[in-house]
């Protein structure tokens, strides 16, 4: 049997914004997996470690045109259109980062050619996402 489902994959450098005219270069690895046809994750490599962050798509999708978000991920079109800035927030502390939007865009272009839009709901396995809480 073939499994249907896939993963998207995208290798992005941000730049952490570590004081207002600087940045630091940190590798993001970029991946949607069509048995979470809601959610992206997002690992950002940090030196020796990584932080992951799961959000949902149409949080990306949202980002790219306005400011979106209200917990713990906001992301907003930069001054700079060619840009997007992410802010992260946790207990730990927050931190500013920003990429290219075309690369963003075009990520989320390739998981839309796995799942369109509003189409999510056909491949969530509502059974098997409760399962996982028994």
């Known amino acids: 049997m073939i499994d ?3 993963t998207v994959h995208a290798t992005i450098d941000f730049g952490l914004r570590s004081h207002p005219t600087t940045s630091v270069k940190v590798r993001a690895d970029l991946s949607y997996d069509t048995r979470d046809p809601y959610a992206v994750a997002v690992d950002f ?24 978000g209200l917990g713990d991920l906001r992301i907003t079109p930069a001054t700079d259109h060619t840009r997007v800035i992410f802010e992260l927030t946790s207990p730990g502390g927050t931190a500013t980062l920003e990429a290219s939007a075309d690369e963003l865009a075009d990520f989320l272009d ?3 050619d796995e799942i369109p839009p509003s ?3 056909a491949w969530f396995d ?5 399962s996982k809480l028994a």
């Open 119 to 121: 189409e999510e709901h």
């Open 110 to 112: 390739r998981t839309y």
């Open 45 to 68: 490599h940090t030196g020796r470690a990584s932080v992951q962050w799961v959000f949902a798509r149409s949080l990306l999708a949202d980002g790219l045109i306005a400011a979106a």
């Open 4 to 6: 249907p489902h896939t």
């Open 126 to 130: 509502f059974d098997h996402e409760m």
